[in-house]
């Protein structure tokens, strides 16, 4: 298996743009999860699916994200408008059984708002 | 409310010693514990997953432990070796999905 794959691995915008991250799961997995990492705050949980269906999106900074899982094998994390200070790295991990399994993680998309 | 500490911060150790990763939690009431390794600009890479029930858990030089009872896990890395160096994470999950991260340990190993 390829493992999870992120596109774009890196990512430079202007603020006010709307930026997509994409995220494939490991196929059979049915927990996704999508997390933020910044050198001050560490990793934040964003969002959790299971089965499709968002199940946690508590983490969400605010209404200018959002996450859909359309099918099994394909996740979106959309920011409109972005603003400086979501430059961070954005990780998708995929899971087969919640998070009583072990997490694999994405390599990440790196992103930067000027 | 757990909260996941990971000390020391940072560690400088020369190749081919044995060297002892900690990891501490506040709540003993775990699903599990995971460690990762990440390395820089990469993704992080499961190395061990313990179960709640378990004590331990080995995978090549490395072995992993857990005693719930003090709140307390391990990382042993036997015979280090350049390619050892990164960033090791420890998280423990004591619901059906939330993580609570630690801040992760900074390992360099010196040739």
Redesign the interface.
């Known amino acids: 298996d390829a493992g999870?794959i992120q596109s774009p691995r890196h990512e430079v915008t202007e603020m006010g743009q709307e930026v997509t991250l994409r995220c494939k799961p490991i196929s059979g997995h049915n927990?996704l999860?999508w997390y933020r990492q910044t050198m001050m705050r560490?990793?934040e949980?964003l969002i959790?699916f299971?089965n499709n269906v968002p199940?946690?999106d508590s983490g969400m900074p605010e209404d200018r994200f959002s996450a859909k899982m359309p099918n099994a094998s394909f996740s979106t994390l959309k920011i409109q408008p972005s603003e400086p200070r979501d430059s961070a790295v954005y990780?998708c991990?995929s899971s087969l059984e919640?998070?009583?399994?072990?997490?694999?993680?994405?390599?990440?998309s790196?992103l930067t708002v000027l | 409310k757990q909260e996941v500490t990971q000390i020391p911060a940072a560690l400088s150790v020369p190749e081919g010693e044995n060297l002892v990763l900690n990891c501490s939690f506040t709540d003993s009431a775990i699903?599990?514990l995971?460690w990762?390794r990440q390395d820089p600009?990469?993704?992080?890479?499961?190395l061990l997953?313990i179960?709640s029930s378990q004590r331990e858990q080995t995978s090549g030089r490395l072995n992993a432990s857990l005693d719930k009872s003090s709140g307390r896990s391990t990382l042993y890395i036997a015979a280090s070796q350049p390619g050892d160096s990164a960033t090791y994470?420890c998280?423990v999950?004591n619901?059906?999905?939330?993580?609570i991260?630690g801040?992760?340990t900074k390992l360099i190993i010196k040739p």
């Open positions: 999870v927990s999860f560490g990793l949980l959790y299971n199940i946690d990780f991990a919640s998070a009583t399994g072990e997490l694999f993680f994405g390599e990440g790196r | 699903y599990n995971q990762f600009g990469k993704g992080l890479t499961s997953l179960q994470l998280a999950s619901s059906n999905y939330q993580l991260w801040a992760g």
